[in-house]
């Protein structure tokens, strides 16, 4: 499935992180938006890594 995974984080080095870590997923499609194609089990992982790689009160990712 495709999965589009979009964020906007203030924080340099949590943002450049989770742009390094989503590049091992998918492709940058532009600055703040990555296209993957995953599995169900897949897209299950990538959510609770990215959970533990930003900060919900700071950081939005979709």
Do not use: H, W
């Amino acid at each position: 499935m495709l999965v589009v995974v979009v964020y906007d984080i203030p924080n340099d080095k949590r943002r450049t992180k989770l742009s390094n870590f989503l590049e091992g997923y998918g492709r940058r499609v532009q600055f703040s938006v990555f296209e993957c194609f995953l599995s169900l089990e897949e897209m299950r992982q990538l959510y609770e890594k990215v959970k533990k790689l930003v900060k919900p009160a700071e950081d939005d990712v979709r």
